[in-house]
């Protein structure tokens, strides 16, 4: 039996109602909006897998990849906005550029052709050749470079209460990461289907967001400058 369309349908409903809450806990706070859309985008990822699992139109397919290319730049915006780090619009512009060459890459007609495989738990991608290496290489170094930020971030904090903040924001980015990475070292096989492993170790990420916005308004730590 399948079961991929009903784990992802689940989980973009969890992810989705997260979203909703981490945005109306505090809508004015700019960490809580990031972690909203990153929660709403990761939600809509698995909509699309379900979508992919139930029609079989292979355009979800395309569609779900056009998601994934934009989260690892927004975890890196993520990480900014903990350290409060105002960047000029080039510099912003320069974070994403990766993210809008996939993205157009991916929504190339030449990409994709291949049916997309709804397996019993993840959905199986065809394979992007040099490319899929490359995105590879973008996602576990914006990812990495997040978690450096957190990092950092912990020895300019001025109060312990920011320190283990920026421990929990470190701890966001290698929480669904390192199992993933984990997962495939010692299952290589599951590689072709690395996009849909790792979303669903993403919902360990929107749950460490609820621990981590509390943790937050707890302590009155604020981003709304």
């Not at 060459?101 to 065809?126: A, G, N």
């Amino acid at each position: 039996m399948c079961f991929a369309p009903y784990i992802s349908l689940s989980t973009f409903v969890i992810e989705f109602l997260l979203a909703i809450y981490f945005l109306f806990q505090n809508p004015k706070d700019k960490l809580n909006q990031m972690i909203a859309l990153i929660s709403f985008l990761l939600g809509l990822y698995q909509l699309n897998e379900f979508l992919i699992c139930v029609t079989e139109i292979n355009l979800f397919a395309r569609f779900a990849m056009i998601v994934t290319a934009v989260l690892p730049a927004l975890a890196v915006t993520y990480a900014l906005i903990m350290r409060r780090n105002k960047l000029k619009f080039y510099w912003h512009s320069l974070i994403y550029l990766p993210a809008v060459f996939f993205i157009t890459m991916f929504s190339m007609p030449f990409y994709f052709t291949k049916l997309t495989v709804c397996d019993t738990v993840f959905i199986q991608y065809p394979g992007l050749g040099l490319l899929g290496k490359f995105y590879a290489l973008y996602y576990l170094t914006y990812l990495l470079a997040s978690a450096i930020l957190a990092y950092l971030g912990s020895h300019d904090s001025k109060t312990k209460q920011e320190r283990y903040l920026y421990y929990l924001g470190m701890l966001s980015m290698l929480i669904f990461t390192v199992p993933t990475v984990i997962f495939l070292f010692f299952l290589p096989m599951f590689y072709v289907q690395f996009p849909s492993v790792l979303c669903e170790f993403g919902l360990l990420l929107a749950i460490e967001f609820v621990f981590l916005l509390w943790y937050k308004e707890k302590h009155n730590i604020t981003y709304s400058y």
